[in-house]
């Protein structure tokens, strides 16, 4: 089974939602977040 860790930090006005991921990390993670994969392993 597969787990997701979310984060969330509250700021005044504002709800920021971080994804962690550990390890392995799925490529869609990369795509939903807008990251460029190959480049955030350099």
């Given amino acids: 089974m597969e ?3 979310i984060v969330q ?3 005044p ?3 920021i939602t971080l994804a962690h ?3 392995a990390p ?3 993670i990369y ?3 807008g990251i460029d994969e ?3 392993r350099n």
């Fill in 21 to 23: 991921v550990i390890a």
């Fill in 9 to 11: 930090e509250f700021v």
């Fill in 26 to 28: 799925d490529p869609d």
């Fill in 31 to 33: 795509r939903r977040l």
């Fill in 38 to 40: 190959e480049r955030s």
């Fill in 13 to 15: 006005g504002k709800q």
């Fill in 3 to 5: 787990k997701q860790r």
